[in-house]
């Protein structure tokens, strides 16, 4: 039997797998159609609640400490590292820590909104567990280094809540790669006491 449903923002009839199932619902399905439902979820920011929660969930945290009204906004902006706008068809809106969280540990890293900047997915992946100062370092094709200083100026400057002088910023250049090769010093340190035991 072919089965269809109306669905109750649209108002047409369509077959019953254009509809979410709905155990609670007296005929199984939702009255809400998917291509509706879509439109509904974007326009009240579920969507941004739920890639919140999910990365949330796969960082190990039980409640995002970065609210999806933030996400939200990062999603309107351009890639910090690429400069690419997170808004253009194609491109793949994701949210960067700065100090990255990586397999369990924070280097330095916290899932709150000043370490969580814009970035397009390439450039996300290509960062991976990277040191944003790494990543701008290694990979000069995709990180273009004109926008290292505006990075460093919008990162430093919302962890101290002002605006960096020049000076500044170039000081702030040195004392992240600085820090980026002792945490990864540190690292080999540690590779190589627990390979002795």
Known sequence: MYK???CRICNETKAIE???RDAKDKNGYQNICRSC???HRRVNGEIYRVRANAYAKRAGDKIPLVPWEYIAKLFEQDCVFCGVSLKDEGVIA???HVFPLKDG???GGANIPVNVLPACKKCNDKK???FAIEAFDKYPDRF??????PFVQRFIGGLIGRKLTDIEVEQMIGHLRDEAVEVRRNEA???AVQSAV
């Open 105 to 107: 540990k924070a280097y």
């Open 37 to 39: 439902r879509s439109e």
């Open 18 to 20: 254009l509809f979410r």
């Open 189 to 191: 340190k540690q590779k």
């Open 4 to 6: 269809k449903l109306t």
């Open 144 to 149: 273009k280094p004109e926008l290292l200083r």
């Open 128 to 130: 991976n567990g990277l």
């Open 94 to 96: 994701t949210c960067d």
